[in-house]
């Protein structure tokens, strides 16, 4: 096969159609924990975090809620998946080697954003909030003057006892719907997604499917969740709690330039000159980041 500009365009086109297939037909679930936020610029600033949004009762002047000093910024990240096409393989119309790999490479843009999500979660035990706190922490400070409040826990799942069960996801469900705004009043918050990894996915679904519990004992948490499972959490012990039914969900995942095919059709570049080499991939910038701490309840399961 003769190598020119043409030839290249229609070896690039032919492998960003197999890419973009594979984009559209690869699965995500990051839309179930976390909220998209476009972006414009370099980073996106989230000082408003700083007060979970509540009507008032409107009497005298507006109350005017003013954002906090400390600033809680996302600055956008690159991200890059590049292959390389050998010349040869061109002149030898051997192209279908690259296939695969232009499957992937959609694939694996797709998945960006779950694998940003998905590390958002990992992190939170060690990661910041808007608060300055760690996302999952037993202090954080509510109010004026200022109660420590806490999203963290260190109790084992567990499905075996009624005990245990209430130990374990009641009480997790319990802090969650105790929490208050600022002013002292109730959020009415109701965690609605058990995420955990694959090592807790029986004792998960266990608890949100059987009508009683080892011990005899009538389950109170059938049904009461759905259970998402995911094998990029790290922790074989660690779970979470997630209200996930508000406009704003726990987790932020901010785009700048959605995933594109990009490709080099100059046959004069210095890498087809010194190496025979032509490259096609991915590009992204995004970022991902924490909402509300009070959206979530964490497990480290080291109790």
């Known amino acids: 096969m003769l190598v020119n500009k043409a030839t290249l365009v229609g070896v690039f086109t032919n492998l960003k159609t197999t890419f973009n297939k594979a984009f559209d037909a690869a699965p995500v679930m990051w839309p179930k924990i976390a909220m998209l936020v476009p972006s414009t610029s370099q980073q996106n600033d989230y000082s408003w975090l700083s007060r979970f949004p509540k009507m008032r009762k409107w009497i005298g002047e507006k109350f005017i809620k003013s954002l906090s000093a ?11 998946a590049t292959v390389e096409v050998d010349r040869n393989h061109i002149e030898d119309d051997i192209l279908g080697i690259y296939g695969p790999m232009a499957q992937e490479a959609g694939f694996s843009a797709k998945q960006l954003p779950d694998e940003i999500v998905m590390d958002l979660v990992n992190g939170g035990f060690a990661n910041l909030a808007y608060d300055g706190q760690f996302f999952y922490d037993t202090d954080h400070p509510v109010g004026d ?9 260190t109790v084992q799942l567990k499905a075996d006892t009624l005990a245990n069960a209430q130990a374990s996801i009641g009480a997790g469900r319990t802090a969650i719907r105790k929490f208050k705004d600022d002013e002292g009043r109730p959020l009415n918050l109701v965690p609605d997604t058990l995420l955990v990894p694959p090592a807790l996915e029986d004792t998960a679904n266990t608890l949100m ?38 406009p704003v969900k726990p987790f932020i995942y ?5 995933p594109v095919f990009v490709e080099q059709t100059e046959s004069n570049n210095d890498d087809v000159f010194n190496k025979k080499k032509f490259k096609y991939g991915a590009e992204a910038r995004a970022a991902g980041g924490y909402s509300f701490w009070q959206l979530a309840w964490a497990s480290d399961g080291s109790a």
Not at 254 to 258: C, F
């Open 145 to 153: 003057p200022a109660v420590s409040v806490s999203n963290k826990g």
């Open 209 to 246: 499917t059987v009508d009683r519990l080892e011990d005899g004992k009538p389950n109170p948490y059938k049904g009461i969740m759905k259970v998402e499972v995911d094998g990029r959490l790290t922790s074989d012990t660690a779970w979470f709690l997630l209200v996930t039914s508000r």
């Open 70 to 80: 400390q600033s809680y910024t996302i600055s956008n990240d690159d991200w890059e």
């Open 254 to 258: 901010q785009e700048r330039k959605k």
